[in-house]
């Protein structure tokens, strides 16, 4: 069903059918399902066996009110167990969160923080209540602290989930509330006078010990205070309080970059400061974040703060702004500090500005957008930082969510998988799979006309000992059939291993997590 088609470099004119049904992957879709077994059409590797989770955007509208961003609809959690038999199961659901249960009681979309104004616009005029809302749809990535079921996003709530995905604990809150009985931080950590909203919670480091370390930054209003970032450590045994790591001054009286992700080595920890900042006063006016909500400051720097893991200690080094989507990798070479980074120009404004729907529903908007590309920096002792393109022969590569072999995190790595967009220099729709050795050059492309790939996982084959031996796991949208499908690939080759249909449309997800059968034992136990 699937073909590994290679195009010609300089195709004097593109297909009809490359952007067939793109426009349908961004929106609605509120059939659920729980503990559905899949079809499996070909024969799935035995050491498969555990639980394949995702969340994403699945509902765009309420009563007459339209969503403005690809990332702002309603979120749905995906469900994928492998019981290691042959078997598989799929159940995807609403996440019962308080933005969502708002807006079904008030009949439209209800005041909270989102990326872009909604249609008829609404955020202006609710201003403050846009801040003080729910402000908790913004789920990105599934994850565990321990044992403990979250699911993250960018800022400091932090949503704890029973063992299905589904059901929502509790809502640790950014700061406590007055008169409100949600659970905030039970800790010193929040500096007084500071405002400790955005993080990195989405990809955070896991520890040997169950620990999760992300950072967060806290803005001031006092002109006489520098603005700060907390490096910080999540326990299972008390996940309200915060462990310090470190604590970080931001140069110039710059305010904290926004964060989606920093960068993690055995030694230490880089938080990356791109030009992008969060503007409070403007998000309490109700501006979307891609619309005004994050400033974008021409002319700033991009500011990497190293941070030794052991002891504290803080270095910066700085190089031309930039914007940035992914961490690939970060790694240690001698006393280099070394990161691959998906980046953008400033100009561009990065991710969120190609996720405004009218950009993305719009065929010249996106197919004109500048492309992204993956950029090498080594950060030397002297504090100075050397920049390279990782593929010099693809300035314009424009890939995204990319994934490597986990055991090769922290080290040097070669191989990459992620998803590109504008294939062989095709429409932006025209959307494929790709494996990258950034050692020798060579490359594999996995495309089909019509067919929309989310990011994949590697999962590697126990016992292995090249860095590609394993498998990919991924969903598509079919374009014609407007059907989504589970697959699984020869990580190797790309070669499809096996596919099973969903039998519903999966919109546009984002991030995924993959939990081994240990980690998964509870999770899966519960719905098996």
Known sequence: MFRLLVVALGVAC??????????????????????????????????????????????????????????????????????????????????????????????????????????????????????????????????????????????????????????????????????????????????????????????????????????MGCQTFNVGLPHLYIVFKLHE???????????????????????????VTDKHYIIIGTPLYMDMVGVLRGKGLAQGGLDN????????????????AVRTAKTPGFLMGHVMNAWEEGDDVVMDLTVYSQKSGGFFARYLLDVILNKTARDTFDKGTVMRYRIKPNNTVETSLVIPDAPEIDVELPDINPNYEGKKHCIFWAVQFGTERRSFASIALIKQNVCTGKSKVLYEEGVYPSEHRFIPRPGATEEDDGVLVGLTFDGKTKLSTLRVLDAKTLNVVATMPTDLKIPFPVHTTWFGKDEAADAMTAIV
């Open 14 to 215: 593109a297909s009809a059918d490359e952007d067939m049904g793109f426009e349908d992957w961004f929106t609605t879709e509120k059939k659920e399902v729980w503990g559905q077994e899949l079809k499996v059409n070909g024969t799935l590797p035995s050491y498969l066996e555990g639980l394949f989770a995702q969340s994403g955007p699945a509902q765009y509208e309420m009563g007459n009110m339209h969503f403005g961003h690809a990332l702002d609809g309603y979120a749905k959690t995906i469900r994928i167990e492998f019981d290691g038999s042959g078997k598989v199961f799929f159940s995807t659901s609403f996440l019962q969160t308080g933005f969502y249960k708002e807006s079904l009681k008030e009949g439209k979309i209800s005041a909270g923080m989102t990326a872009a104004e909604t249609v008829p616009p609404s955020r202006a005029k609710l201003g403050v209540k846009n801040g003080m809302g729910a402000n908790d749809n913004n789920y990105i990535k599934p994850q565990k602290v321990g044992k403990q079921d979250v699911m993250t996003s960018d800022t400091m709530y932090l949503t704890l989930l029973n063992g299905t995905y589904e059901n929502i604990t509790e809502t640790i809150t950014a700061m406590a509330i007055p008169f409100s009985k949600k659970p905030s931080w039970n800790d010193t950590l929040q500096p007084l006078g500071y405002l400790c909203i955005q993080a990195n919670m989405a990809h955070g480091a896991k520890g040997a010990d169950g620990s999760y370390t992300a950072a």
């Open 237 to 263: 045994s008390n996940i309200q309080k915060r462990e310090l790591v470190a604590k970080v001054h931001t140069p110039d009286h710059r305010r904290p970059s926004y964060m989606h992700q920093n960068g």
């Open 297 to 312: 400051v021409e002319g700033d720097s991009t500011a990497f703060h190293v941070v030794d893991r052991k002891t504290g």
